[in-house]
Every structure is written in C-alpha cells, then in structure tokens.
Nanobody, 127 residues
Framework: QVQLVESGGGLVQAGGSLRLSCSAS????????IGWFRQAPGKEREGVAC????????YYRDPVKGRFSISRDYDKHMAYLQMTNLEPEDTAVYYC????????????????????WGQGTQVTVAS
C-alpha cells in the first residue's frame, strides 16, 4: 500500500494559479499511475489529470486541458499539479491518487480504478 499526502491548496482569485504537491510513501515502487481527482460540493468525484510514473505520459480530462499541468519527480516520490487560469468551477477538494497495473486514461476516467487515495486538500477559487 502507498500513502499519499497532498499540500498546496488554498484560496485564490479567479484567473490565479496554485500548485498542488503530493508526497508518496510506503510501497512506492509498485504504483504505475499517479494522478489527481477532485470533488466539488454536491457533485461526484471526477478525474482531473494522470501521469505514468515511469515514462511521464500525461492525460487530462477536458475541463482542465490547457490550464492544468501534471508532473512527477520519480526519485523523490512526488507529484505536482500546476493549476493556472483558475475558475470558480475549479473549487473542490483535490485528491492525489495512485494505482498499479492500469493505464492513465482508465484511472483518470473512473474512480473505481484508483487503488490509493490521499486525504485531500481544499482549493477555493473566488470570483
């Protein structure tokens, strides 16, 4: 099992930027995909962006394409989500996730394919 801890959330004005970080510990050698999900108030949890840990191939869900960027530091067991041009609709709790043995798109497209979850960090975008 891998443990995931997010940081970097906060309050930002619309059009602003934030960078989320995810620190992984435990059995980090086994997971092949790391990514970010979010859950807005009253809405279902949805995938945001995912990256393969070895090759660094990325996948983004449509609402964040062109505005968010996911990256990872394999040696430091860290993942990042750089969020720019933030919109009030991006307000949500953001979760770092990790999975073994699946592709980046299946993981990002369904929370049922996620193996490990962080505790979440709140992002609030004020209009």
């Amino acid at each position: 099992q891998v443990q995931l801890v997010e940081s970097g959330g906060g309050l930002v004005q619309a059009g602003g930027s934030l960078r989320l970080s995810c620190s992984a510990s435990g059995d980090t050698s086994r997971y092949t995909v790391i990514g970010w999900f979010r859950q807005a108030p009253g809405k279902e949890r949805e995938g945001v962006a995912c990256i393969s840990t070895n090759a660094g191939v990325t996948y983004y869900r449509d609402p964040v394409k062109g505005r968010f960027s996911i990256s990872r530091d394999y040696d430091k067991h860290m993942a990042y989500l750089q969020m720019t041009n933030l919109e009030p609709e991006d307000t949500a709790v953001y979760y770092c996730v990790a999975t073994y043995g699946r592709g980046i798109q299946p993981v990002c497209d369904s929370e049922h394919n996620v193996e490990s979850w962080g505790q979440g960090t709140q992002v609030t975008v004020a209009s």
